[in-house]
């Protein structure tokens, strides 16, 4: 499976001090109070798990899962919940935990739907940021990494589903997407 990669854009040490580093912003930001962290499924996932880890205050987990009609290596910006929260949100501190924006058409969705549910505050937090993608305008509270406009895998991110358990976060060879070797 690591013979699919062609490079590796950001190490295992690199997301593990940058979760570190993040859970400790998280902590004072929310220090005293019950956020609610939402992560959005699937590719959030191992993010969520390291991030909350480092983050010191009570809070609550739920999951939604989205899916956005398209192509699989761009959104169309129709966004269909496939999963929603267990939660009510209604005067919430919400945490959206997510794993990269691109466009930001998901993002956008999700922050009118919780915005119109009433949350009290709403902070966006997400591995990864792909400025040049964006047609929308939203910008994540906080960020782990900007990434160039390239497609990425690892550590959540999937290309077919697959790579998702990769530890790092990497550009696939072309030839695996059907591109030129
Ligand atoms: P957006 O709605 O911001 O365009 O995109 C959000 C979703 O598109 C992400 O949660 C992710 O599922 C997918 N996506 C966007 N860019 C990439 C990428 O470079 N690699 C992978 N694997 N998924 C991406
Ligand atoms: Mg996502
Ligand atoms: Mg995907």
Known sequence: MHNDIEKILISEQEIKNKCKEIGAQLTAEYNGKFPLAIGVLKGAMPFMSDVL???????????????????????SGEVKIVKDLNTKVEGRDLLIIEDIIDSGLTLNYLVDLFKY??????????????????TVDIKADVVGFKVPNEFVVGYGLDYQEKYRNLPYVGVLKPKIYGGEE
Do not use: C, Q, W
């Open 53 to 75: 880890r480092y983050t010191e205050t009570h809070l609550e987990m739920d999951f939604m899962d989205v899916s956005s009609y398209g192509g699989e290596m761009r959104s």
């Open 117 to 134: 549910r009433k949350a009290n505050s709403i902070k966006i937090v997400t591995l990864l940021d792909k400025p040049e993608g964006r």
